[in-house]
């Protein structure tokens, strides 16, 4: 049995949304979309152009690169990408960038 209490008061819509802005879907919904604007600032021009942002779940950020080369080139900016999104976010959302061989969609790779 929940705890909480549910009562039938009438809430208006602003104050739901910005309740789930601080805390709740809206805001990691927000966040996410961020981080994918973000990487080819981030990430830069050329790392842009051989990465993709695959997927962003507990601080995490997964990113497929396309070539063992990129990969191996990438490794030595991680941190310094980490740190360039808590400037960016204002906040530690990205807490590690982990870097993955695979496939990286032509479509997304034109967008960068």
Do not use: C
């Amino acid at each position: 049995m929940s705890s909480r209490k549910y009562t039938n008061d009438l809430v208006s819509l602003k104050s739901l949304l910005e309740r789930s802005g601080q805390r709740g879907v809206l805001y990691f919904l927000f966040q996410n979309q961020r981080i994918l604007d973000l990487w080819p600032l981030i990430a830069g021009p050329e790392a842009a152009k051989h990465t993709r942002v695959h997927l962003f779940r507990e601080g995490v950020l997964h990113v497929r690169v396309e070539a063992s080369a990129y990969l191996d080139r990438y490794r030595y900016s991680l941190k310094q990408w980490v740190k360039q999104f808590e400037i960016e976010l204002q906040a530690p959302v990205v807490e590690k960038i982990e870097l993955r061989l695979g496939p990286v969609d032509q479509k997304l790779k034109s967008e960068s």
